[in-house]
């Protein structure tokens, strides 16, 4: 796998009234070109905080990123001036796919006018053009570069499978339904060519009728395309869906990634295996995870899934485990499968 980005041993901080959120602890993956991982895991165990940090756009002054690097085409993302990533990588060689659509779209202009502002600045055309040495504010756009753009947005609208392109520019963001307003904010994804797309849930907010439909097309077009996606979610079936790997966190803690086949058909951490026991089963029965994910401003030393954790022993209470195995990796000193016979 040729590696697109690395998150290495990255650990973040919010500040908060009731004291310090232990977000991320030293959080490692990575991402191949044209890959689509999912970084899975449940409600508060850090997903969104990852997606914010690879995007540059952790909230400024509640979070604080104590140590890591996150390696993308030559840069380190944590140490590169903002000015710099919000010239040449967030919104052209890094985008976004949000979880709401409609907070992503101004509900005063009309798409067409959100589409050709994107592509003035953010275009591949943009980037061939190089800086201006006008003012960012009063920077000019060329009536020959708006009119390749605009054919390039109707053909992109005609991707994402928007009936009627040319009158879908017309509208504003809430003539449109849920659907197409995530189809729209998709295509603003691919418009600009990215190497990478981050998508943070991005099929929560829809009708579950959509999501499907969302899914199917974000995933063609991401793979037509080569382009790389990492796609956050709490839902283990979205992942069987479209992910080529799977990476799990529990807690703030990457716990196992592993190709999308060899993960469902051997879980290795104790907490994965888990979470897949707790899938609804055809027959209606779902197996709870005994115990409670723990608060992140006093979380657990070690393994932050040990006071859970059948298997558990003094160890895992004290030091983080490190990763193990090849290209199924798991950090657990106690792997199932492994011939230790501690567990299997
Ligand atoms: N601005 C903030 N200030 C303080 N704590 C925060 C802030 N943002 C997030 N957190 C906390 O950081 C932890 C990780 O949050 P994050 O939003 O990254 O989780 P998530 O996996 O995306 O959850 P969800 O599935 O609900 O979106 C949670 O405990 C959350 O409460
Ligand atoms: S065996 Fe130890 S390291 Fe592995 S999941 Fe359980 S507590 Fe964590
Ligand atoms: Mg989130």
Same mark, same amino acid.
Not at 42 to 51: F, I, M, N, R, V
Not at 55 to 78: K, M, Q, T, Y
Not at 250 to 275: I, M, N
Not at 319 to 342: D, E, F, K
């Given at each position: ?108 202009? *009309? &798409?067409?006018? +959100?589409? %050709?502002? @994107?592509? /003035?600045?953010?275009?591949? !055309? ?82 579950? *009728? &959509?999501?499907? +439909?969302? %899914?199917? @097309?974000? /995933?063609?077009?991401?793979? !037509? ?120």
């Amino acid at each position: 796998m040729t590696e697109l980005l690395a998150v290495r041993d990255l650990i973040v901080n919010y500040h908060s009234e009731r004291g310090i959120v232990r977000a991320l602890d030293g959080v490692s993956l990575a991402i191949g070109k044209g890959e689509v991982v999912g970084l899975v895991g449940e409600s508060g165990c850090g997903k969104s905080t990852l997606a914010r940090a690879i995007l540059g756009v952790l909230p400024v002054p509640a979070s604080e990123v104590r140590a890591g690097a996150i390696a993308f085409g030559g840069d380190n993302l944590l140490t590169l001036a903002s000015a710099e990533i919000a010239r040449r990588i967030r919104g052209r060689r890094i985008t976004f796919i949000p979880q709401d659509p409609y907070g992503s779209l101004n509900p005063l202009f *009309t &798409i067409g006018q +959100q589409m %050709l502002d @994107l592509m /003035h600045w953010k275009s591949p !055309r943009a980037a061939a053009a190089g800086r201006s040495a006008w003012p960012a504010v009063l920077s000019r756009y060329p009536s020959a570069r708006r009119a390749q753009d605009r054919a390039a947005i109707l053909d992109m609208l005609g991707a994402v499978q928007i009936p009627n392109p040319e009158q879908a520019l017309a509208k504003l963001p809430h003539e449109l339904s849920g659907g197409q307003r995530q189809r729209i904010v998709i295509a603003m994804a691919l418009l600009p060519q990215p190497e990478l797309i981050i998508a943070d849930e991005p099929t929560t907010a829809l009708d579950v *009728t &959509i999501q499907a +439909q969302i %899914l199917r @097309l974000l /995933h063609r077009e991401v793979k !037509r395309r080569q382009v790389s996606m990492l796609f956050t979610t709490h839902d283990l079936g979205t992942a069987w869906e479209i992910c080529d790997r799977v990476v799990v966190m529990y807690a703030g803690q990457d716990v196992e990634a592993a190709p999308t086949p060899a993960f469902f058909a051997a879980p290795r951490h104790p907490y994965t295996s888990k979470l897949l026991e707790s899938l609804p089963r055809t027959d209606g029965v779902a197996q709870d995870i005994p115990g409670e994910i723990p608060s992140l401003i006093a979380p657990p030393q070690g393994c932050r899934f040990h006071p859970r954790c059948y298997f558990a022993t003094t160890e895992c209470t004290i030091t983080r485990p490190p990763v193990s195995g090849g290209a199924h990796v798991v950090r657990c000193y106690h792997p199932l499968g492994a011939s230790t016979g501690v567990a299997a």
